[in-house]
C-alpha cells in the first residue's frame, strides 16, 4: 500500500525556522516527484513546489521561490519543506502529494495520486 | 499563470441528486485537467486525471468531460459520503501548477 506519512503538527513564533518532513513507503520512491500543497485558512489548495526524488531537481510555484525550501533525503525515502525564517502568512495545513503521470502523444499528464495526511503549522507571536 | 474558475463555489444538495461542478481554464489545456476531492481534515483524494479518466477505487458514479478551456465533473447519484470539497487543477504548464477555488458540496 502506497503511504506518505507526514510529521507531526508544529507550532512556532515568527522568525523561526522549520522543516517538515513526509516518508513515502509501499512504492519505488526514487520513481516518483514528491509535491508539497498548502492550505491557507478558509482558502483552497496552492501548489508550492515539487521535488524529483532521485536526483533532487526542484521546480517552485514562482510566488513562492525564495521563501522555502524542498529537499530529499532518498537514503530513507523523505521529503521535506523548509523555512529558515517563518511568518504568520505561513500558517497553513501543507501536504505532500506524490506525481505520478501518464503518457500521452502531447507530452505526459501529471497528477497527485497519493497525498499525506496534513501537517498543520501555526506561527503566532 | 494558468487561472482556473469554477462554478459554482458552493452548493446545497440532497443525496440522490445529480451534481454537476464547472471548471473554467484562463486558455487552452486541452485535457491536462484532474479533479479532486477533499473532506475537512483528511488528505485530498484524485478522483479524475486527464479530463476523464476515472482514477482506480472511485465509484462510477463519478465522471468528468470537456476539453480545452471548459470541464465538468458529474456525481449521477450523491452519496453522504460525497460532501466535500471538490477542486479542478491543471497539468498543462509548470511552473506553477494551479488550482481551481474550490466547490464546497453540502447537504441541503
Known amino acids: 500500500e502506497v503511504q506518505l506519512v507526514q510529521s507531526a503538527a508544529e507550532v512556532k513564533k515568527p522568525g523561526e525556522a522549520l522543516r517538515i518532513s513526509c516518508k513515502g513507503s509501499g512504492y519505488g520512491f526514487t520513481s516518483y516527484w514528491i509535491s508539497w500543497v498548502r492550505q491557507m485558512p478558509g482558502e483552497g489548495l496552492e501548489w508550492m513546489g515539487q521535488?524529483?526524488?532521485?536526483?533532487?531537481?526542484?521546480k517552485y510555484n514562482p510566488s513562492l521561490q525564495g521563501h522555502v525550501t524542498i529537499s530529499v533525503d532518498k537514503s530513507i525515502s523523505t521529503a521535506y519543506l523548509q523555512w529558515s525564517s517563518l511568518q504568520a502568512s505561513d500558517t497553513a495545513i501543507y501536504y505532500c502529494?506524490?506525481?505520478?503521470?501518464?503518457?500521452?502523444?502531447?507530452?505526459?499528464?501529471?497528477?497527485?495520486?497519493?497525498w499525506g495526511q496534513g501537517t498543520l503549522v501555526t506561527v503566532s507571536s | 499563470d494558468i487561472q482556473m474558475t469554477q462554478s459554482p463555489s458552493s452548493l446545497s444538495a440532497s443525496v440522490g441528486d445529480r451534481v454537476t461542478i464547472s471548471c473554467r481554464a484562463s486558455q487552452n489545456i486541452d485535457t491536462y485537467l484532474n479533479w479532486y476531492q477533499h473532506k475537512p481534515g483528511k488528505a485530498p483524494q484524485l478522483l479524475i486525471y486527464g479530463a476523464s479518466s476515472l482514477q482506480i477505487g472511485v465509484p462510477s458514479r463519478f465522471s468528468g468531460s470537456g476539453s480545452e478551456t471548459n470541464f465538468t465533473l458529474t456525481i449521477t447519484s450523491l452519496q453522504p459520503e460525497d460532501f466535500a470539497t471538490y477542486y479542478c487543477q491543471q497539468s498543462y504548464i509548470i511552473p506553477p501548477w494551479t488550482f481551481g477555488q474550490g466547490t464546497k458540496v453540502d447537504i441541503k
Open positions: 502529494a506524490r506525481t505520478t503521470y501518464t503518457g500521452r502523444n502531447s507530452g505526459n499528464l501529471y497528477y497527485f495520486d497519493n
Open positions: 521535488i524529483d526524488s532521485s536526483d533532487s531537481y526542484t
